[in-house]
C-alpha cells in the first residue's frame, strides 16, 4: 500500500515509527503522537521511562527521557547532548529533509539501542 506525503512532519512521525520499534519489544507502550501548530511529537512510556521525540522545527530534533520513578537526580535527560558529547559525526547539516530524515533517526535510534540501552530498559539513571 502507498499513500503520498504531504509534509516532513509526515515524513518525522512515519520514521520514528519505524526506527524506534524496538522499544515495543523491551515494555514502552504504543506511541502516542501528537501534531501540534508549532511541533510534531512522539512518545513511548514505560513503567520507570518516556521518551519523547519532538521536532519543534524543521531543522531541529530533541529526543529527551524522562525518570518517572522517584530519584535525586536530574529527572530528564536530554539524548542530544549526549550524542553530540559522544559522537560528534551525527549532525543535522541544513534543514531536514524527506532524504536525510530517516538517516538522522536511524543513527539516533541506533545510539540509543547501543549507547543508552540500560537507561530506557530501567536499569539504571545518570
Given at each position: 500500500?502507498?499513500?503520498?506525503?504531504?509534509?516532513?512532519?509526515?515524513?518525522?512521525?512515519?520514521?520514528?515509527?519505524?526506527?524506534?520499534?524496538?522499544?515495543?519489544?523491551?515494555?514502552?507502550?504504543?506511541?502516542?503522537?501528537?501534531?501540534?501548530?508549532?511541533?510534531?511529537?512522539?512518545?513511548?512510556s514505560s513503567k520507570n521511562?518516556?521518551?519523547?521525540?519532538?521536532?519543534?522545527d524543521p531543522d531541529l530534533?530533541?529526543?529527551?527521557?524522562?525518570?518517572?520513578?522517584?530519584?535525586?537526580?536530574?529527572?530528564?535527560?536530554?539524548?542530544?547532548?549526549?550524542?553530540?558529547?559522544?559522537?560528534?559525526?551525527?549532525?543535522?547539516?541544513?534543514?531536514?529533509?524527506?532524504?536525510?530524515?530517516?538517516?538522522?533517526?536511524?543513527?539516533?535510534?541506533?545510539?540509543?539501542?547501543?549507547?543508552?540501552?540500560?537507561?530506557?530498559?530501567?536499569?539504571?539513571?545518570?
Open positions: 500500500m502507498y499513500f503520498k506525503v504531504e509534509s516532513i512532519r509526515e515524513v518525522f512521525i512515519l520514521e520514528v515509527l519505524r526506527n524506534f520499534k524496538f522499544l515495543l519489544l523491551i515494555g514502552y507502550s504504543d506511541p502516542i503522537i501528537g501534531i501540534y501548530p508549532l511541533e510534531t511529537n512522539v512518545s513511548y521511562r518516556e521518551i519523547n521525540i519532538t521536532m519543534p530534533i530533541v529526543i529527551e527521557i524522562i525518570n518517572r520513578s522517584f530519584s535525586f537526580k536530574k529527572n530528564v535527560i536530554n539524548v542530544n547532548d549526549l550524542i553530540l558529547s559522544s559522537h560528534p559525526d551525527i549532525k543535522i547539516s541544513g534543514l531536514l529533509n524527506e532524504n536525510n530524515l530517516g538517516i538522522i533517526l536511524k543513527k539516533y535510534s541506533d545510539f540509543i539501542r547501543e549507547d543508552i540501552f540500560s537507561i530506557i530498559k530501567g536499569e539504571e539513571w545518570r
